[in-house]
């Protein structure tokens, strides 16, 4: 069978893959991706639904993309442009008072006064030590590894903060569960809100920057599969060869170093560096040969079961009613969450194999900036809705009926009338998911928010990294950058 | 109900005959005899004319499948793959650290099958190991008795019973002997034999072996005896004399600080924490040692004191008869480890002797004695 | 203003004053007493004890209303305050059985799944010892000056890793893993699937059997040692002289002048109650508003006629009753919300098995422990009615895995957090003296820049079981305070 070489070899064209294998080309590698599916973007998809819609499948919102690789892979020139720059957060409440959380604090100070005086006076204080403390954290995120350690003040306040539940730390700052449940959405990624360690998943998001504004979440125009084909642009512009169709089954193993891959096809494929941005445990349970990676660490991988997970559901709307209660920015981020311990039994039944009662939901409407989404004067949905189990007791196929009448209905708790409107729908399972795009199956601890890079980005096998590896699953680019340096790095070494 | 159990093994019977004190001890779940008679003298019949032991106390795992040998490769320190089949091969495991947690042997049955060998059981962990090569490991200690054949007349008494069998160290064969399926070895460290039956024909062999080996002055021997005979040795074995690294990730104890690097193949290239393995030989500070106490009283798990400095500690200790004195093995820093050191002491008090006294070792090198007519692995 | 409050003690002024007589604060007595430390111990209640004080809840039926099992003794403690000439036998946990309507499972010591819980005494132990070092090697420095870079803890990894992963990876049979769970977990409301909660198999409840002598000898120890004790004397306030506690306030009004204070109740009971919240430091009120507490435990105390049939090892063992971590789970969550759970996690023992003396002749005493019961609920108080509904969930419960027992029930006592709360001083019910989260255990409890025992306030100092070694080990926090104290007084005047 043929047999090609490269300098490098980066499994999966997601923005992970896109980013690591476009920095080593910056630096002069010969680099080849391959892409199992044969389409590009990885979790920045868009794909059709039903007649002249297009869904975001996986990222309906970026707010975790790297602004040094926008800026130095020049992806505004490759095609990169935003619909919404700042999302508000709202917390859809019943009876319509709803939360809105906006760049304004004045604003939202005056929204919050409805839900609590105190709460609206500790708003400003929350907010300015939020940001203070993420802009204090940023070398650790940002920088494999930072120029300047933490002071020691910062190192109490992070070994704390490493320590306190999203909760806990809510509820020493908040009294309303209006507030306190729509903040914490944002620390259920992967985790719960009341196990230790989430809050720094809100100072985390915290840290990041969009179209220069920290915490800011935005939109580009043509959904997140807009950035996918900005950052091929820019990779192809660089050199980078793609390939896709191309499924990487082996990791070939030469004198216990990394030495290339295998296809399915039967090709081989030889680098002395290969980047994968499949998960640590698809990569090493998977892809490596059995226990190459150490017999413990292997078979702790791979007897982990992920037992509660993120689903999406997409709604196409061929009208979009107004929302009920105070106004609210339609182009917003929008949380549908009842209180604090309403996340507990959502995890509580999510890990017994049964959909919540009470389900958490995040959503957005991409359409309401971005009309090329959608027929004129019609809309889609996207609903992230987690946590769910990951495998259902009962089957994830009758789950999927469920959960799409359960989010309409949630929706139509806000939105009077939504349900009439609906057009087609798709909901995605967390195993769908992680088989679409061979992320997500991972355990959280895997990939401790505080960990260094190295210890997420190198593996056991020398010439083998990680380049999808972010402390918290969201569409970023930076591992990719970050494992590019460290592999570069590596390599110089030797 | 749950809980370990305590079994008997197909010697059983035999073995509570002969034990006159009624001395028994536990092991790896079963109970065996921890001296018949005197440990000394069984331990001196050993060396000097032929004695036979109960080791059904040993686990042993069969591993079988397309890929056992590949992953018995990379769990070993030595390759299995290049065995035929008959032959067997000492070797450790090490955890993803590099912490050793077995030791013991492999024999090849046949091009997938495999049976592991060990004075420790480490079953969870090479379960969950195999499972990444698609292999669930069998558990067989308990389908067969084995019983060790010791000593310089240990191929005479094989031969008087109709065993007469030319057998390579560290080799194996299965056998129809009088009516009976066994396998006979020579996996063992003291030059000896080993016969594996089923349980049901426990007390036939034992019965035929005692028979045939009168007038060698056969003598059954306990539990003490061979460790005594282990320690003569210099063999540290997991569980016994060393704590075997049990928690996950865990770096000690290195195989240069239990004398076990002779158990690793340089040649083997991908085993299990292997660049640690490397890593560690540099900086690993102690080493295993050889004492030989001035006094008859053993210490083990004692530390050990050097000019004052404290150097380290003993691991195991028995008193040696062959020797006259006791001895013990002993983890020691580098430098304190070479023969002709005196290292001191303090004894441990007892009931006899509740006032605590001190003593001195000098380090010797190992083996104590050469295993009676044992030819080198 | 009237005349000034009298003053105990005959005008002479104390070394040291401990408020409250509990383990803690009478090892610290007799600790303190012996080195040459002029000591005097209040409590509130009529005996010294605490916790470990027995109750008579029906004629001739004596019960811990509490709890039944204390955290082990230090070995060091045991012998230096030679409470083994005193009586008190060092018990130590044989068996252990979780029983469902149609199975039983018995943990023995020795035992493979014994191998975890082994880990973990011996990590809570390594951390006592720890709590213990820091305290005597920190000098005093000016409030609020940063701590010096701490090292990490022994039972470090153990603040993010869940109970069930943490036992599952030793125990496969899933029976045992419950029962582990529940051995952890008795009395606590934690889901054990959540990160973090396996800090409980570290700091447990303990296995160390309440018996009746261990409050008298430990008082009879500090006695020896010089310690006065006076029981019946509330400590309600601290003065601070020259920003230095110099007197202790009682509720008759008299005062006892001292040096220093050591306090054993928990943080929250401390300072708000022993201070006025304006004159504590903007961050010492911060710190104990934040510090989460919340009661989680009920009692049950029944009087039986007969004793129940089970064989002998089982008649002495905690019977753990169908434990299982999702319904554990559940429960918490019910917790959270102010319910009573449908299936609180309960366990029971037959205490009078294990000592004769507790129960008549002929007769026994079963104690429960019940965890995930909320100190406040959602709809009101706790009321007659739902006391009583509390209760025959529990006894329906008992009855399912031993039948019969209902039936020989001669009197019965719900003790619930409020209860708990009011008999011991502990805030909230909150038998271990705040939540045992990652946030709030080892070098962060109670999380004050200068690590307990001593506080922000010169001369006041914390034990009892908002200190670091307080969950971990019965008479430890004492033992470290007073040792942190007579570092700190020096050699008395």
Redesign the interface.
Known sequence: MSARSYDAVVIGAGVSGLTAASYLAKAGKHVLVVEARNKLGGLSETAPLGEGFSVPIAAHALYALDPRIVKELKLARHGLKFAVRDMALVGLRPGGKHVVIARDVHATVRNIAIHSKADAEAWPRFRHELFALARALRPLWWDAAPAKPLPQAGREKLDRLGRVSAAAWLDSWFESDALKATLAFDATAGIQPFEPGSALLLLWRAAQEMCGLQGAAAVPFGGSGALASSLAAAARALGVEIQTGANAVKLLVQ??RAAGIALASGETIAAGLVLSSLSRRRTL?GLAP???A???????L??ERKTVGQAKVLLTLNALPAFNGIAVPQDARFVVADRLDSYAAAGAAARAGRLPDELAIEFVVPSAADRALAPPGQHIVSALVRPVPFAAAAGWETMKVQLAAKVVAALEAHVSGLARHVGAAQVLSPADIADRYGVGDEGFDDIHVLSPWNSRTMT?IPGLFLCGAEPVSAISGRAGRIAAALALRAEDRR | ????KVRATPFHARAASANRDNAWSARNGVTLSSFYDDAGDEALAARSRVAIADISWRWRAMIEGP?AG??LS??LTRDPMKLDPGSALKALWL??RGGVRGAGAVARFGRESFQLISAAPDP??IA??A???ALVPRDISQTEGGLAIVGPYARATLAATGLDVELEPLTFRKLFWRGLDVTLSRWGEHGGYEIWCKPDDGVVVWDRLIRAGLPFGIAPAGLAAMDLLDIEAGIARPGRDYAPA????AKAPTPLALGLETLIDDEH??F????VWLAARTTETRRLAGLEFDGDTPAPFTPLLHDGKAVGHTLTSAFSPALRRAVALAQVDTAAAQPGTVLSLTLPSSMDVPESRKDTARVVSLPFLPAPGQIAP | MGAAPKTRGGGLRYDACVIGAGADGLAAAATLAKAGLKTIVVERGERPGGRLVLREFHPGFHASPFCDVLAPIPAEIFWSLDLARKGVVPSSASTSLAMWPDR?????WP??EQ?LLR?AARLAEETRLRAGRDAESIPRRPLFAPAPAPAPWPGDDWLTAALTDKVA?EV??P??AAHVMALALQGRAADPFLRGSALHLLAHGGSGLVTRGLAGALADAAREAGAEIVCNAEAIDIRQARDRVCAIGLADGSQIETRAALSTLDLKRTFLSLFHWDALPKPVARRVAAFRMAGSTARLLLALDRLPGLDAASMRAPIHVAPDPAVMAEATAAWRSGVVPQHPPLSFRIVSASDPGLAPASHAVMTATLGCIPFRLFDGAWTREKRDLLRDRALAAIESVLPGTMARIVAAELIVPPDIEEALGATDGDLWGGEIAADQMFGFRPGFDIAAPRTPLAGLYLAGPSSPAGPLATCGAGTIAARAMIADLGRPR
């Open positions: 004198d216990d349970c059995a226990g190459a150490g017999l413990e660490t292997v078979a702790a791979c007897d056991p | 109900m749950s809980g370990e890929r590949e992953f990379r769990l955890g993803d969870e962990w969950a190991a499972s990444s090569f049990r928690e996950a990730f290239k991908s299990n924490g292997r660049d | 039983s499972h018995v943990l023995r035992s493979p191998s880990q990876r496969g049979d029976d045992a």
